[in-house]
């Protein structure tokens, strides 16, 4: 009875602090600071995957930004492997639903990450999904729109009195200034969640980065059937033959008596 009980409050409290979606927060009227910042990108690495390298200037005075970055089907973000590198200095990450590592790039859906940066150049490991095969050309470019950047406007450690929800206090600055302050982790938990505002980037339509890599080609489909199930038979066929050549020929121990 006590274990119900408790499973029931922990639900209750789990509910309490669902994190509003991004994509829902995005459609309202998010408030815009009057600052501007200029943003360099790029992505490195050979391969499928990369590092996605965000330096962001004109911001000296500020200590934390938060990104949201809208990852395209054409990458995926592995969530476990940020999380285990944030003792080497990866940011934190928050995502709205689960994503799934596996899917090539036509059945995946786009999805958009929170990141919170503690310092004014953030790596964020991102990978490749695989590409569909081509008729026409033998690789893809995909790309990767530049991020919508968030500083401070409400903060837990700014003027928040002891024991006072910090809620209260992005509401009211809320009403204060007619808009809605986006609701992002202040750390590197979900919670407690702090207001940002959202800062213009400088040059932003130009801010885009792309990858080459390679894809199939269509034209070798049939050679690419061809050789997996060749490969599948001659396999079978070496399992059947070990097989049956262990079960016929006698031990050691039955020819010495």
Known sequence: ???????????????????????????????????T??????????????????????????????????I????YVDIDQVKEGLYLGLPAVFNDENIDVEKPADVS????????????HV?????????????????STPCLAPPRVYVLAVSSEDGVAVG?????????????????????PCGVTPFPECGWEEVRVVGKEQLQVCSTIPVGKLGDLGIVQCTTIGAILFSFLAIVYTVYTKTTTPDKEDKTE
């Open 123 to 139: 790596t964020l490991p991102v990978h490749h999904r695989y590409q569909p095969a081509s008729s026409d050309s033998s690789y």
């Open 164 to 184: 006072e929800d910090i809620t209260a206090q992005i509401t009211a600055e809320e009403g204060r200034r007619g808009c809605v302050l986006l609701r992002a």
């Open 109 to 120: 859906p786009h999805h958009i990450i929170g990141v919170l940066g503690n310092t004014h």
């Open 1 to 35: 009875m006590s274990s119900m009980i408790t499973l029931f409050f922990s639900c209750c409290f789990t509910t309490i602090l669902a994190r509003e979606p991004w994509q829902q927060q995005l459609r309202k009227d998010i408030c815009q600071s009057s600052r």
């Open 37 to 70: 910042v200029d943003l360099k990108r790029e992505l490195t690495n050979s391969g499928f995957h990369k590092d996605l390298i965000t330096t962001i200037g004109n911001m000296d005075e500020v200590k934390r930004v938060f990104l949201l970055e809208n």
């Open 72 to 75: 395209t089907s054409n990458f």
